[in-house]
């Protein structure tokens, strides 16, 4: 299984950058699907989440600004991301939870990771 993350860059203050990933492999079934970030000297942080049925949670920081959305039928999980702060500079990881038709049980699986850097 391989999670394929896309469409990171540098931007400026108050652009817009949407996020790809998609899973590919011997796979089975896929519940929840998400992205994480880690900034530089910082611990790995939850930004959203989507399930099977498209239910969402969101990190208290990007609310309003952040739309996490899927395509069951492409594997991928998508992150819309508006009204860039310089605060969201990070490598965003995008995760999945899935079971693939050689194993019974889900296990996360994660993404290598695209930079954003949001910079005057």
């Known amino acids: 299984v391989q999670l394929q993350a896309s469409g990171g860059g540098l931007v400026q203050p108050g652009e817009s950058l949407r996020l790809s990933c998609a899973a590919s492999?011997?796979?089975?079934?896929?519940?929840?699907m998400g992205w994480f970030r880690q900034a530089p000297g910082k611990p790995r942080e939850l930004v959203a989440v989507?399930?099977?049925?498209?239910?969402?949670t969101y990190a208290e920081s990007v609310k309003g600004r952040f739309t996490i959305s899927r395509d069951n039928t492409k594997n991928t999980v998508y992150l819309q991301m508006t009204s860039l702060e310089p605060e969201d500079t990070a490598v965003y990881y995008c995760?999945?939870?899935?079971?693939?038709?050689?194993?019974?049980?889900?296990?996360?699986?994660w993404g290598q990771g695209t930079n954003v850097t949001v910079s005057s």
């Open positions: 995760n999945a939870y899935l079971r693939t038709r050689t194993k019974i049980s889900y296990s996360y699986y």
């Open positions: 492999g011997n796979i089975y079934s896929i519940s929840d």
């Open positions: 989507i399930t099977s049925g498209s239910s969402t």
